[in-house]
């Protein structure tokens, strides 16, 4: 499956965006879909995750309760709708997929084998 991440841009702190991945060349409704982000000079880091069915979340402290992550399998797209934002928040942000068979909750990124190119999200203060 391909993925296609859109949404990002510049907003000051305290403001909101809407991450949209939308997947094209197949259908997401077996996956497990997550997004990470990558600041300059650090490694991917772990920001959410949704299993197939919507069953469960799992999000990184980081963007706990100010970050959610949802999905919308008739139109193949995962969102992630990103409250409260701070500087630090800033990163470029990319989805994966990986098959869920038992609604496990992975965080690692080497778990996930489809990625879309990143969005840029740029948070200033």
């Known amino acids: 499956v391909q993925l296609q991440a859109s949404g990002g841009g510049l907003v000051q702190a305290g403001g909101s965006l809407r991450l949209s991945c939308a997947a094209s060349?197949?259908?997401?409704?077996?996956?497990?879909m997550a997004w990470f982000r990558q600041a300059p000079g650090e490694d991917r880091e772990f920001v959410a995750t949704?299993?197939?069915?919507?069953?469960?979340?799992y999000y990184a402290d980081s963007v706990k309760d100010r970050f959610t992550i949802s999905r919308d399998d008739a139109k193949n797209t995962v969102y992630l709708q990103m409250n409260s934002l701070k500087p630090e928040d800033t990163a470029v942000y990319s989805c994966?997929?990986?098959?869920?068979?038992?609604?496990?909750?992975?965080?690692?990124?080497?778990?996930?084998?489809?990625w879309g190119q990143g969005t840029l999200v740029t948070v200033s203060s």
């Open positions: 060349g197949g259908t997401i409704d077996s996956d497990a």
């Open positions: 949704i299993s197939k069915g919507a069953i469960r979340t």
């Open positions: 994966a997929a990986r098959y869920d068979a038992v609604y496990t909750i992975e965080t690692s990124p080497g778990g996930y084998d489809d």
